[in-house]
């Protein structure tokens, strides 16, 4: 069973091997073709039309599958690998091991914001950025520029307080817990966390950093902790939303699985504490 780990508590082994699969997928070409489905959802969720992957009650089941996809393919080159969750709560700090140069590397240099170390940095050759927004082809990050301070423990507990799952409209507008730790709403938790970051992690095309897939664990169980404090509280809306997906539709792209089949994560992997 795959386990979960904070990234803070990885060895130095598991650190290299989580690389060392990143890598891999994007030497073979899948990582790319997670970018490009990102990025495609990014375009098409809207308020007022269809959404899936944002701004909607399915924010956290779709990334729950999207990291799923992303996880079993890094165990196919790999597996003993399982995806790590950073706690930005806690590791809020551009000095946190993260982004020291044997993981994730550093923020990027002030000229353009160029990552200049680490596996994911441009002069190593290994992580050519092919699905952009823009011309730029290396990886950038700015760390705490656009937007100073990474979420507090007592933001995200304000968020975890909030005992209803989601509410009408189910968009962007919405009061209740996943408008809210999504970020369009109130304190602003995961949409922050994204632009602390800045560079690509701050646009549609944001798993070309490969600490999307960190943070999006964390997300992910936030909602597992969410969850144990409202047992009786559940996923919603439930049936007949025009352009939002109920409990009991399936989801693009995959079209075979539902919110209901994703609201237990245990029958997937469980976390480290
Ligand atoms: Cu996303």
Redesign the pocket.
């Known amino acids: 069973m795959t386990v979960r780990k904070n990234q803070a508590a990885l060895t130095a082994d598991e650190k290299r091997r989580f690389v060392n699969a990143v890598l891999e997928l994007k030497r073979n070409g899948r990582y790319d073709e997670f970018v490009r489905t990102?990025n495609g959802f990014?375009m098409s969720d809207t308020d007022s039309g269809e959404r899936t992957?944002?701004r909607s009650p399915s924010f956290l089941p779709w990334?729950r599958r999207f990291l799923l996809d992303f996880e079993q393919a890094l165990q196919a080159v790999d597996s003993s690998v399982a995806l790590p969750y950073w706690d930005w709560s806690t590791d809020r700090t551009v000095r946190a091991s993260l982004w020291a140069p044997d993981f994730l590397g550093g923020t990027g240099r002030s000229s353009d914001g160029r990552v200049m170390d680490g596996p994911f940095a441009a002069t190593g050759g290994n992580w050519p950025i092919s699905v952009r927004v823009d011309g730029r082809t290396f990886l950038r990050r700015s760390l705490g520029t656009a937007v100073r301070e990474l979420p507090t423990r007592a933001e995200v507990d304000s968020v975890l307080a909030l005992s209803t799952y989601d509410m009408a409209p189910y968009n962007s507008s919405s009061d209740g817990f996943r408008n809210n730790l999504e970020g369009w709403r109130g304190v602003n938790l995961h949409n922050r966390v994204h632009v602390w970051v800045g560079g690509q992690m701050a646009t549609g095309v944001?798993p070309n950093d490969p600490v999307f897939w960190l943070h999006h664990a964390y997300v992910d169980k936030l909602w597992a902790e969410w969850q144990r404090r409202h047992p009786d509280a559940g996923y919603v809306p439930t049936g007949g939303t025009p352009d939002v997906i109920d409990l009991d539709d399936t989801m693009k792209p995959w079209n075979d699985v539902r919110p209901s089949d994703l609201l237990d994560h245990t029958k997937f992997y469980t976390f480290d504490s």
């Open positions: 990102h990014i992957g944002h990334h944001s």
